[in-house]
């Protein structure tokens, strides 16, 4: 029987402005993807680890931690605006062409979400290998709903109206959530096949599953990283 090949992708793209060089900033006594490393090393399923990154920097630490591979991520592919879809494509063909590796499921992981568990990971995995779905995305409900979203406007970006349907008066009015159908946001981990990216460009097909778990941190700030560090305490 041929062995199913599933590759764990992490990019660590040095350029983010919010919070400078979080993907490596110390939680904790260990840079940032230590974390979502760990959980992918534990996982029961994935049987490969690629990282990739822009910085020669990242790199020299990166190689401490016993990656499979690491490969360099083209500056083109590493701008604020970039779609990481382009830098997994560009990560596959080289691990294709340098290692003659082709994954049958690729799960996309990121550095920043330091308390995912790898049982999450796993049970996401095993939806796509029971061929339940061709994709699956890890889920948390919002904390508030996108229904409540207000947006300054105005040529001196002076006034307030709803985000959707731009309706000034909404933003006084009283919004019952429970006449909301129930919203959810992405935990930020991704499992599609292979085939997926390939037919769709994208890491969900059509139809894509879902593992609902609780609020996930998701480090984007410095208050987000001070709140991961003192929950990590």
Same mark, same amino acid.
């Given at each position: 029987?041929?062995?199913? &090949?599933?590759?764990?992708?992490?990019?660590?793209?040095?350029?983010? &402005?919010?919070?400078?060089?979080?993907?490596?900033?110390?939680?904790?006594? #260990?840079?940032? @993807?230590?974390?979502?490393?760990?959980?992918? %090393?534990?996982?029961?399923?994935?049987?490969?680890?690629?990282? $990739? =990154?822009?910085? %020669?920097?990242?790199? %020299?630490?990166?190689?401490? /931690?016993?990656?499979?591979?690491?490969?360099? +991520?083209?500056?083109?592919?590493?701008?604020?605006?970039?779609?990481?879809? *382009?830098?997994? #494509?560009?990560?596959? &063909?080289?691990?294709?062409?340098?290692?003659?590796?082709?994954?049958?499921?690729?799960? +996309?992981?990121?550095? =920043?979400?330091? @308390?995912?568990?790898? #049982?999450?990971?796993?049970?996401?995995?095993?939806?796509?290998?029971?061929?339940?779905?061709?994709?699956?995305?890890?889920? $948390?409900?919002?904390?508030?709903?996108?229904?409540?979203?207000?947006?300054?406007?105005?040529?001196?970006? &002076?006034?307030?109206? $709803? /985000?959707?349907?731009?309706? $000034?008066?909404?933003?006084?009015?009283?919004?019952?959530?429970? %006449? *909301?159908?129930?919203? /959810? @946001?992405?935990?930020?981990?991704?499992?599609?096949?292979?085939?997926?990216?390939?037919?769709?460009?994208?890491? =969900?097909?059509?139809?894509?599953? @879902?593992?609902?778990?609780?609020?996930?941190?998701?480090?984007? =700030?410095?208050?987000? *990283?001070? *709140?991961?560090?003192f929950k990590m305490s």
């Amino acid at each position: 029987m041929k062995k199913i &090949k599933i590759l764990a992708v992490i990019g660590l793209r040095s350029g983010s &402005k919010s919070l400078k060089d979080k993907n490596i900033k110390e939680l904790n006594g #260990k840079p940032l @993807f230590y974390y979502i490393l760990k959980a992918a %090393k534990k996982s029961k399923y994935i049987s490969k680890i690629a990282i $990739s =990154t822009d910085s %020669k920097k990242y790199k %020299k630490i990166v190689k401490k /931690y016993c990656v499979d591979c690491l490969y360099d +991520r083209p500056k083109k592919l590493s701008l604020d605006n970039s779609e990481e879809i *382009f830098f997994i #494509k560009d990560l596959l &063909k080289k691990m294709e062409k340098h290692e003659n590796y082709i994954p049958d499921i690729v799960v +996309r992981l990121l550095a =920043t979400c330091p @308390f995912q568990k790898t #049982k999450d990971i796993d049970r996401g995995i095993s939806m796509v290998l029971n061929d339940k779905y061709d994709s699956v995305a890890i889920i $948390s409900k919002a904390k508030q709903h996108p229904e409540k979203a207000l947006k300054i406007i105005g040529k001196k970006k &002076k006034y307030l109206t $709803s /985000y959707f349907g731009n309706s $000034s008066l909404k933003v006084g009015s009283k919004l019952n959530r429970q %006449k *909301f159908k129930e919203a /959810y @946001f992405r935990a930020n981990v991704l499992i599609c096949k292979k085939r997926v990216i390939d037919m769709h460009n994208s890491l =969900t097909s059509r139809k894509p599953g @879902f593992v609902l778990i609780p609020y996930q941190v998701d480090i984007d =700030t410095l208050e987000d *990283f001070k *709140f991961a560090k003192f929950k990590m305490s």
